[in-house]
């Protein structure tokens, strides 16, 4: 997978519990991205990182937030889970803004 | 809105058939597209890109197709083996220059022994 982790691989959360997953890469790439996969949905983008500190939205942002404080590390949190977010999250890299994502090996997410 | 879309959910071949995958793709704008395979609890994987200014690129035992003038986008595995069943999804670039993919739904290959 291209030299990227996600922990945790697994998690069960309750309504209302914050949640953060994080992403660690190896690659040393500029961009990191953080992806939901949904049936019905495909891979639809939530926030993006083009640098420490460096931060966008993608366009499912709502309820999420992130912080990239280290080039290797990339969190995204849930700050109040909710049934809608239950989810496979995907992490990805990417060295430019025209070039391949390399994505992780996912966590799924399941909010009760 | 932009969007990228799969002509067909599933598709069943032979093993050691050819296999051709299709994508239609709206953004005129777009200019890198990519193809990725995801097989069944694992992560995308990439397995080739190909830029607008190019018409064909080939890799080991794939090849992909960009046809500007329609906005079509084809994936082409040769002697389809077993361990290439898995969903395909194109993805492209859109009119923005952050980075961002647009993703298709994909489509389910399977691979009959």
């Known amino acids: 997978d291209a030299g990227i982790t996600q922990s945790p691989r697994h998690k069960v959360t309750e309504t209302g519990t914050p949640v953060t997953l994080r992403c660690h890469q190896t690659?040393?790439?500029?961009?990191m991205y953080w992806y939901r996969q949904d049936p019905g949905h495909g891979l639809r983008l939530i926030h993006y990182s083009y640098g420490v500190k460096d931060t966008d939205k993608g366009e499912v942002s709502d309820g999420y937030s992130v912080s990239r404080s280290k080039t290797e590390d990339f969190l995204l949190t849930l700050e109040s889970a909710t049934s809608s977010q239950t989810s496979v999250y995907f992490c990805?890299?990417?060295?430019?803004?025209?070039?391949?994502?390399?994505f992780g090996p996912g966590t799924r997410l399941t909010v009760t | 809105g932009e969007s990228v879309g799969l002509h067909l959910p599933t598709l069943s071949v032979q093993e050691g058939d050819n296999s051709i995958i299709n994508c239609a793709y709206s953004?005129?704008?777009?200019?890198?597209f990519i193809w990725y395979k995801q097989e069944s609890g694992k992560g995308p994987q990439f397995i080739i890109d190909i830029r607008s200014n190019m018409d064909k690129r080939q890799g080991q035992r794939v090849t992909v197709l960009l046809n500007k003038t329609v906005k079509h986008l084809s994936l082409q595995i040769a002697a389809t083996q077993p361990g290439d069943s898995a969903v395909y999804f194109c993805a492209e670039n859109g009119s923005s220059n952050t980075g961002k993919l647009i993703f298709g739904q994909g489509t389910t290959l399977q691979v009959k022994p």
């Open positions: 953004n005129s704008a777009s200019d890198y």
């Open positions: 690659e040393n790439h500029r961009y």
């Open positions: 990805a890299i990417g060295p430019g803004v025209v070039y391949e994502q390399y």
